[in-house]
């Protein structure tokens, strides 16, 4: 008999196919997250085999630094694995169903994965640039030959925020999502919170305490979280990946005094990747900038390298996803959970899967994404000013006449450090909701003013509520 149950008690432990050889997988680089992958396969295969319906084996292991590679796989302390230098060995192997991508990037990562496709091997990835880039590319290619990717690893590390929006929230027209999708930046934002200190203090200790990479460019610029915002944007709105049209701002130019000053009036600031519906505009909100948040809302409290996502949802009302975005196991799980949905749907008809972006591919709309000139935020602006008689009229009677309506006013002694001229101020003004193009209109003229003695500072604000 070659199936039989485990435990007569249940459907799904009848359908336990015992006897069934596990799937093959095969990882092409292998590094923190592949042997996180290792281990966490080794240690909960009873688990995950009563899950999958059968055993997930990593059979072959592609890397260039072989030695390295055979290092990390003898460590995890699994037999059986042959180790290559030579990717494509893993995809010409017919015996491997599953390829796991662990390379990053758009380049030889790209490659691999199509030729992968082309071979019929199901994917899973968690290359959040390559499929914000050229996802519609794979997951078209993959579509027609009937195999499945798999990226789940690819935004918020653990947090099955895919699995959410694509399955859990299936029966919502979704409004709004607003992520904390980069740990790196997160931890730099909290520390300079908490300690006080400049951003490239805190940067240098990122790095030194490994959580930013050595080039860490794509996560203070906003890069990594734009990627992950662009996905998710596509799978909440049905919409192709359009990593191009997505607005995009690190940290880099924060100040210490500005954290400071949103602090006194009630507000974290936070690298949030933001994507919206606008139905008055017929388009899509896409973007990554650091946001002022009430101190009172959960994500604002969201610490240290951990990552928040809120969506909202027409019926589910507010949802909130937190857990660690980055780290071996963490990263692990997620890509596991890639290999148990594979394992168990890779026997079924490939129209009646899930679709790569939750919307069936030929139900995809083209809104379009709208321009950053377009969106609608209140402000939080620092304007370092000559402390004159007038000078707070002159900048009020701006925005007056861009319609922008004031919210509060703060004014304190400035710290003098790219001033110009004149006894120094900061003026701090919030703002009610306005479209970005009026706010830029309106900065050009005030920082015209010859009172005005250095780059104004902007920063959008969300109530989030
Ligand atoms: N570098 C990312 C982060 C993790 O800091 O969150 C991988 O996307």
Same mark, same amino acid.
């Given at each position: 008999?070659?199936?039989?149950?485990? /435990?007569?008690?249940?459907?799904?432990?009848?359908?336990?196919?015992?006897?069934?050889?596990?799937?093959?997988?095969?990882?092409?680089?292998?590094?923190?997250?592949?042997?996180?992958?290792?281990?966490?396969?080794?240690?909960?295969?009873?688990?995950?085999?009563?899950?999958?319906?059968?055993?997930?084996?990593?059979? %072959? #292991?592609?890397?260039?630094?072989?030695?390295?590679?055979?290092?990390?796989?003898?460590?995890?302390?699994?037999?059986? #694995?042959?180790?290559?230098?030579?990717?494509?060995?893993?995809?010409?192997?017919?015996?491997?169903?599953? #390829?796991?991508?662990?390379?990053?990037?758009?380049?030889?990562?790209?490659?691999?994965? %199509?030729?992968?496709?082309?071979?019929?091997?199901?994917?899973?990835?968690?290359?959040?640039?390559?499929?914000?880039?050229?996802?519609?590319?794979? +997951?078209?290619?993959?579509?027609?030959?009937?195999?499945?990717?798999? +990226?789940?690893?690819?935004?918020?590390?653990?947090?099955?925020?895919?699995?959410?929006?694509?399955?859990?929230?299936?029966?919502?027209?979704? =409004?709004?999502?607003?992520?904390?999708?980069?740990?790196?930046?997160?931890?730099?934002? /909290? =520390?300079?919170?908490?300690?006080?200190?400049?951003?490239?203090?805190?940067?240098?200790?990122?790095?030194?305490?490994?959580?930013?990479?050595?080039?860490?460019? +794509?996560?203070?610029?906003?890069?990594?979280?734009?990627?992950?915002?662009?996905?998710? /944007?596509?799978?909440?709105?049905?919409?192709?990946?359009? +990593?191009?049209?997505?607005?995009?701002?690190?940290?880099?130019?924060?100040?210490?005094?500005?954290?400071?000053?949103?602090?006194?009036?009630?507000?974290?600031?936070?690298?949030?990747?933001?994507?919206?519906?606008?139905?008055?505009?017929?388009?899509? =909100?896409?973007?990554?900038?650091?946001?002022?948040?009430?101190?009172?809302?959960?994500?604002?409290?969201?610490?240290?390298?951990?990552?928040?996502?809120?969506?909202?949802?027409?019926?589910?009302?507010?949802?909130?996803?937190?857990?660690?975005?980055?780290?071996?196991?963490?990263?692990?799980?997620?890509?596991?959970?890639?290999?148990?949905?594979?394992?168990?749907?890779?026997?079924?008809?490939?129209?009646?899967?899930?679709?790569?972006?939750?919307?069936?591919?030929?139900?995809?709309?083209?809104?379009?994404?709208?321009?950053?000139?377009?969106?609608?935020?209140?402000?939080?602006?620092?304007?370092?000013?000559?402390?004159?008689?007038?000078?707070? /009229?002159?900048?009020?009677?701006?925005?007056?006449?861009?319609?922008?309506?004031?919210?509060?006013?703060?004014?304190?002694?400035?710290?003098?450090?790219?001033?110009?001229?004149?006894?120094?101020?900061?003026?701090?003004? %919030?703002?009610?909701?306005?479209?970005?193009?009026? %706010?830029?209109?309106?900065?050009?003229?005030?920082?015209?003013?010859?009172?005005?003695?250095?780059?104004?500072?902007?920063?959008?604000?969300?109530?989030?509520?």
């Amino acid at each position: 008999m070659k199936t039989q149950s485990v /435990s007569a008690q249940t459907p799904a432990a009848q359908r336990l196919d015992v006897e069934a050889q596990p799937i093959q997988v095969g990882l092409l680089g292998i590094g923190t997250v592949g042997s996180g992958t290792f281990k966490v396969l080794a240690r909960n295969q009873q688990e995950i085999r009563r899950r999958a319906g059968r055993g997930i084996a990593i059979t %072959m #292991v592609a890397d260039l630094d072989t030695a390295r590679a055979q290092a990390l796989v003898d460590e995890a302390g699994i037999e059986g #694995v042959q180790v290559v230098g030579d990717a494509r060995a893993v995809i010409a192997n017919p015996a491997i169903d599953i #390829v796991i991508e662990l390379i990053g990037g758009y380049g030889i990562a790209r490659s691999l994965v %199509m030729e992968a496709i082309a071979a019929g091997k199901h994917v899973v990835t968690a290359n959040k640039a390559l499929l914000a880039v050229h996802g519609s590319e794979i +997951f078209a290619a993959a579509n027609a030959k009937g195999v499945m990717v798999g +990226f789940e690893a690819a935004v918020a590390g653990g947090i099955p925020i895919i699995k959410a929006l694509r399955e859990g929230l299936t029966a919502n027209r979704i =409004e709004s999502i607003a992520g904390i999708i980069n740990g790196t930046t997160n931890f730099i934002l /909290s =520390e300079m919170r908490d300690k006080g200190l400049d951003f490239g203090v805190v940067l240098k200790q990122a790095q030194a305490l490994g959580y930013a990479e050595a080039d860490p460019t +794509f996560d203070i610029e906003g890069v990594d979280a734009a990627h992950k915002v662009t996905i998710m /944007s596509a799978i909440a709105f049905g919409t192709p990946v359009q +990593f191009n049209r997505a607005y995009v701002e690190g940290i880099t130019q924060l100040h210490g005094a500005d954290i400071r000053y949103a602090e006194q009036l009630g507000y974290r600031i936070k690298l949030l990747g933001i994507t919206k519906r606008r139905d008055d505009l017929g388009g899509i =909100e896409l973007r990554v900038h650091p946001t002022l948040v009430p101190a009172i809302r959960l994500i604002a409290n969201v610490e240290g390298a951990m990552n928040a996502i809120m969506v909202h949802g027409d019926a589910v009302g507010t949802t909130l996803y937190y857990g660690k975005g980055a780290g071996a196991e963490p990263t692990a799980s997620a890509v596991i959970a890639d290999l148990v949905d594979i394992t168990r749907l890779h026997t079924a008809d490939p129209d009646h899967r899930v679709p790569h972006l939750a919307f069936q591919p030929g139900a995809q709309a083209d809104t379009r994404i709208l321009d950053i000139g377009e969106v609608v935020t209140s402000f939080y602006l620092r304007l370092q000013v000559a402390d004159q008689t007038g000078v707070l /009229s002159e900048i009020t009677t701006i925005l007056a006449e861009h319609d922008i309506s004031i919210d509060a006013v703060l004014q304190r002694p400035g710290s003098a450090d790219h001033a110009e001229g004149g006894k120094p101020t900061d003026l701090i003004i %919030m703002t009610h909701d306005t479209v970005e193009g009026r %706010m830029r209109q309106a900065l050009a003229r005030m920082q015209a003013l010859p009172t005005v003695l250095a780059p104004i500072v902007n920063i959008r604000k969300e109530a989030l509520n």
